[in-house]
């Protein structure tokens, strides 16, 4: 039974694709007339996964190395720090594959990027982004590297009664900040590929929870409505307290060019 909050129950088989992310010719295969993806930075693994028969095993008793964006859920957070410094190179290794797989597939536009809360370093994201030419839009939150400083990290949390009429959950108290990186940035005299990295806007609101509902609202509105030939960076920080006490009606939003 799918329940509401289920959010695969709005989509159908024919947007589900099984892929092997050791080969980056079958993922192209996959991405095949797609014209933009979301992808994350860091994901929780689970390795030890027996593959789907029928689909690209070579024995019945092969296995793979599954992975979630943010955490699997039903089952917790079972992420740590160290853990992510120790598999880095995994991370880095899926995210480039993914990438490799837009520009073979020759039919991405655009590419959208969440950070998630254990990144270490947005920077070798962001040099794998501009090597490969892509326009994207970068988004971080101040649970992860390109965050907001001070006080307890807050969390990506995950609204317990969800649909798709409620929209937005922290209304009053999201902010965001952007920046477009202008088109000819990578040729810019001194410009190495992940520069923009280290100058990220800084995030202006507190250190509440964001719930991913909203993340994913970001990430599906700036496809909706942006530029897919620009590629930018945005940041979105929530505070409750900001809410409550300025009484505001809606999000603030400041955007500035490269």
Known sequence: ILSKGFKLAYAGEQHMRLVDMSNVEHVAQRLNGVDAIVIGTV????PGR???GNTYEKTPNDKT???F???KRGFGDETSTEQV???LDVHLNLFQTAIDACKLAGSVQ?????????TPSTEPFAKILDNSGLKFTYIYTNTSAGGSEGGSPPQWIQC???TFERGVQNVGGMALESATLGGNYLSKPGYNAGDWASSLPKLARGNAD??????AALAVQSILSLDWDTSRVIGLSCSERDAEEEGDSGTVARFRPS
């Open 210 to 215: 964001i719930y991913r509902e909203d993340i």
């Open 50 to 52: 027996v593959v789907t």
């Open 43 to 46: 994901c929780q693994l689970e």
């Open 85 to 87: 410094r120790e598999q």
């Open 110 to 118: 655009h590419v959208v990027v969440l950070e998630t809360p254990y």
């Open 160 to 162: 317990k009664d969800w």
């Open 65 to 67: 190395t599954e992975f």
């Open 69 to 71: 964006l943010d955490e």
